[in-house]
């Protein structure tokens, strides 16, 4: 999945609002509005450990903790919550960011009432469907394009 790693959050300033963290750009802490994962993070176990942007995930920040796991920045899966994103925070994990937020919880028991009313979808097509978005994709390239959708391919998925 394609990542950037956020280095020094100074560096490579453009002009105005936006600024360029290895190639991806993100607002300046002039219209910064707090927590924030790049200007002022807010207080959980990982705000000082080395930040990626998943570009796969929406522009998600990760914090990478000291075993190399990758861990959803709280106030990043906030803002993505907020805009809708109902997935951000549901990441593996290996309990350094020592919490198990209630929105997992709420996540998890959404995702569960859908399946119980819409028993005919298996699992991935359950969760393509409850997520919203066109694919889930578990692969460490996109598809190309002309590659269809196996969902409903008789006997495919048995």
Same mark, same amino acid.
């Given at each position: ?27 300046? =802490? ?5 927590? @924030? ?5 807010? +207080?959980? &176990?990982?705000?000082? !450990?080395? $930040? ?5 995930? =929406? ?5 990478? @903790? ?5 861990? +959803?920045? &709280?106030?990043?899966? !906030?803002? $993505? ?78």
């Amino acid at each position: 999945m394609a990542s950037h790693t956020a280095r020094g959050i100074g560096d490579n300033l453009s002009e105005g609002n936006e600024m360029t963290i290895d190639g991806v750009t993100v607002h300046t =802490e002039r219209v910064c509005v707090p927590p @924030c994962p790049f200007h002022a993070p807010s +207080d959980h &176990p990982l705000k000082d !450990a080395p $930040m990626r942007i998943r570009l796969a995930k =929406e522009g998600l920040v990760e914090r990478i @903790c000291e075993h190399g796991v990758g861990h +959803d920045d &709280p106030d990043s899966v !906030a803002y $993505m919550q907020a805009q809708g994103h109902t997935w951000a925070g549901i990441h593996g994990c290996d309990g350094c960011c020592e919490t198990v937020s209630p929105s997992r919880n709420d996540i998890l028991d959404d995702f569960v009432l859908y399946c119980l009313h819409h028993p005919d979808e298996r699992f991935w097509q359950a969760l393509r469907n409850w997520s919203g978005y066109p694919f889930v994709i578990v692969s460490d390239k996109l598809p190309e394009d002309g590659q269809i959708d196996t969902f409903y391919w008789r006997g495919k998925n048995k």
